[in-house]
Each structure stands twice: as structure tokens, then as C-alpha cells.
């Protein structure tokens, strides 16, 4: 277990963490998520005592990291996989740190089959691949099968095979009651891979809860439809006071009816639909809108004008006026500023 209590860091001027006060609990995989400059790898670091806090604790199974006897045998890092000495052999590198940590030498050949580098054990480290290097910094994390383990961006770098193993090796490693903590801006992979999530966003608490609700308290669930004749499906929707975004090729977006509802209607209309499918924002979209307000570093889209339907005309003159503001808008779905960032 880790525990963060009121955890804060400044460097001069800037506040890097800001007050994290949140438990990592044992047996489930968590994500700790954030845009980039949010804090994440500052946090990790002070868990680890490399960095210390400008206030707050974090306390590892109940210790500090600094009151851990031969730590590597309690809590397990990957951070930054280049922070090795390159001349050293990926065997060497791993058996001095067993050594100082009272590992059995025998533990060095069993954790380098286990990241698939075994065949590489004598190279040196310096020659290695992005990837390999993830594959050496996650031996030497488990290289004193500890009970808590920290990840920052381990799949960075790695081939589809090594995102897989290590997805699994994640879920467990956590199975065993581990502790497991990871960061990543892989939303796909962390959606696949952890069960409770963290975030922040400039240094501040902005969620911890299950991945099902921070998805579904984050995100709004819709019913896809698309129809050959748009126009008159556009009309029976607005006669029944749906609220309806304008979805990519040509389709509709509408929110709170189910799938069957719109179905029966579309029957009885008899007007020929080409896709009806509930759908559930995805991990990605449910973190965009909860970061939204704080990501520091934006990057502009290098594209033209925006996307037109099929026949000409802008996506947003195909759809009546009023459709993006009938009824009141879930937690900000549904305004004209979010559907344009959607489309964008
Ligand atoms: N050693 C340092 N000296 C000064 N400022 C730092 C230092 N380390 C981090 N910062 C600042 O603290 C803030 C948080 O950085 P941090 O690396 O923890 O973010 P992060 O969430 O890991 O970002 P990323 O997703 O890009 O890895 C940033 O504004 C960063 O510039
Ligand atoms: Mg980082």
C-alpha cells in the first residue's frame, strides 16, 4: 500500500504537486493519469525518496522509502529506463544491484527470461534499443520481487508483443496482492490494463475512483445512427425533441434515448437506417474532458478548414439551428465549444 498525505513539491516558482492526499491499495492494478507537466513522474520520485517533498509524507507499507531495509525487496521502480550505467552488461547492471540489496546472484538469470532479454544478458546496456531498455529498468523493478511497484510509462518504447506481456505481467503481478502503480498516456492500454485510476492535472487531485465510473461520470454514452435519407431521419428526431450531434460520415449523434426507442420510431417511419449503435465514450475521450481545463502544453492541428459532408458544406450547416442546444447539456456535452474540440 502507499500512502499519500497532503503531498506537496515546489520548485521555485512552480508548484509540481499540490496536496496529494490518496491511497494506492494492493491487489488491483491503478493508473495514475495526467497531461503532460502534471506532476506524475514527481510524484513517483517522491514516493521513492529521490526527491524530497516541500510538504506532506508518502509512507510505503506504513515506512518511508528511506526506513526500508534493503528497499528493492519491499517496492520496485521503473522511472527512467536510460538511468543506468551504459558500459555495464544487462547482467552486470542487475547483479550489482541484487548485491546491494541482499538478492540472491540466482535472481538475476530468472528476471532476465522473464523480460525476454536472457539471450542479451552479456551486452552491454548502451547498445539497447528503446524498448530493451524498458525491458532491463522492469527486471531490475522486480529483480527483489517486492510488494509494491511503481511504472512510469513502461510501455514506452515497446513492441505490440511487449505492450501485451507487460499488460499482463501488470494484472499479475497485482493478482498476487501486489501493490501496482502505473503511469501512462496510453489511454487504450491503461482503459485494458488498470482497475482504479488516479488523476491530476497541474499538480492537484482530480479523480480517484474505478476506471467503469471515472468513464462513466466523465463522459456521456450516445446512440449512433445513420440513415441513406439524413434529412428526414434529422426531422423525425427534432419532432421528438432529441437532443443530435452531428457524428462522422454523415452520421448522428443522440443522447439519452436507447437504441431501441430509436429503432421502433425509425420503423414506423419506415426510413431505412445504415447503423444504429449505442455507444460509450471511450477512457481517452472521458480523460480529455476532465483534463480539459489543464493541460499546460497545447499543440495547434495542422489541418485546414473543418471536415464538410459528403456533397459539400460544412459538417455544422448540414444539422438545423438549435441542435446542439436543445435541453440542457450533460456536464458540458452538447455546447457548440465541445463539439468543435470533438470534431478537431
Ligand atoms: N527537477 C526539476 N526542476 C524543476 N522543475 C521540475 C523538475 N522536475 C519537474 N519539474 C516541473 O514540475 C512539473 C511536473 O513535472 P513532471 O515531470 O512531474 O510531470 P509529468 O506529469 O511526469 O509529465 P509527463 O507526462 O510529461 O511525463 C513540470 O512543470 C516540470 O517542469
Ligand atoms: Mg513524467
New binding site residues.
Given amino acids: 500500500m502507499i500512502e499519500l498525505r497532503g503531498l506537496t513539491k515546489h520548485?521555485?516558482d512552480?508548484v509540481?504537486v499540490d496536496h496529494l492526499t490518496f491511497t494506492v491499495r494492493p491487489g488491483i492494478v491503478t493508473g495514475f493519469l495526467?497531461?503532460?507537466?502534471?506532476?506524475?513522474?514527481?510524484?513517483m520520485r517522491m514516493m521513492l525518496g529521490l526527491d524530497n517533498p516541500t510538504a506532506g509524507t508518502v509512507r510505503i507499507d506504513g515506512k518511508h522509502y528511506r526506513q526500508l531495509k534493503n528497499p528493492l525487496t519491499y517496492v520496485g521502480a521503473l522511472l527512467d529506463a536510460k538511468a543506468m550505467h551504459g558500459g555495464r552488461s544487462a547482467a552486470n547492471h542487475l547483479l550489482c544491484l541484487a548485491q546491494s540489496n541482499g538478492i540472491p546472484r540466482a535472481r538475476v538469470a530468472e528476471v532476465l527470461d522473464l523480460v525476454g532479454l536472457a539471450s542479451v544478458a552479456g551486452k552491454r546496456s548502451k547498445g539497447f534499443s528503446l524498448g530493451m531498455g524498458q525491458r532491463l529498468g522492469i527486471a531490475a523493478a522486480l529483480l527483489g520481487n517486492p510488494r509494491v511497484l511503481l511504472f512510469d510509462?513502461p510501455v514506452n518504447g515497446l513492441d505490440p508483443e511487449g505492450i501485451h506481456w507487460i499488460r499482463n505481467l501488470m494484472k499479475n503481478l497485482a493478482a498476487q496482492g501486489r501493490t501496482v502503480f502505473v503511469?501512462s498516456?496510453l489511454m487504450s492500454e491503461m482503459a485494458l490494463t488498470a482497475e482504479h485510476l488516479v488523476v491530476i492535472g497541474r499538480?492537484r487531485l482530480l479523480a480517484d475512483t474505478s476506471m467503469a465510473e471515472f468513464i462513466e461520470q466523465n463522459s456521456r454514452s450516445y446512440v449512433r445512427v445513420r440513415s441513406p435519407e439524413r434529412e428526414r431521419l434529422l426531422t423525425m428526431l427534432y419532432r421528438e425533441g432529441m437532443r443530435v450531434f452531428a457524428g462522422e460520415a454523415g452520421a448522428l449523434e443522440v443522447d439519452g434515448v436507447p437504441a431501441e426507442r430509436l429503432g421502433e420510431l425509425a420503423a414506423a417511419e419506415r426510413l431505412v437506417l445504415h447503423e444504429l449503435s449505442p455507444q460509450q465514450a471511450s477512457l481517452e475521450e472521458a480523460f480529455m474532458q476532465l483534463t480539459a481545463g489543464v493541460v499546460e502544453y497545447h499543440a495547434r492541428n495542422g489541418g485546414g478548414p473543418p471536415p464538410t459532408v459528403q456533397g459539400g458544406g460544412p459538417v455544422r450547416s448540414a444539422v438545423p439551428q438549435g441542435a446542439m442546444s436543445r435541453g440542457p447539456a450533460p456536464d458540458g456535452w452538447g455546447t457548440d465549444r465541445q463539439w468543435q474540440r470533438k470534431r478537431s
Wanted: net charge neutral; charged share 10%; proline share 6%.
Fill in positions: 520548485y521555485g512552480t509540481a495526467g497531461p503532460n507537466g502534471a506532476g506524475k513522474s514527481t510524484t510509462e503511469s498516456h499538480g
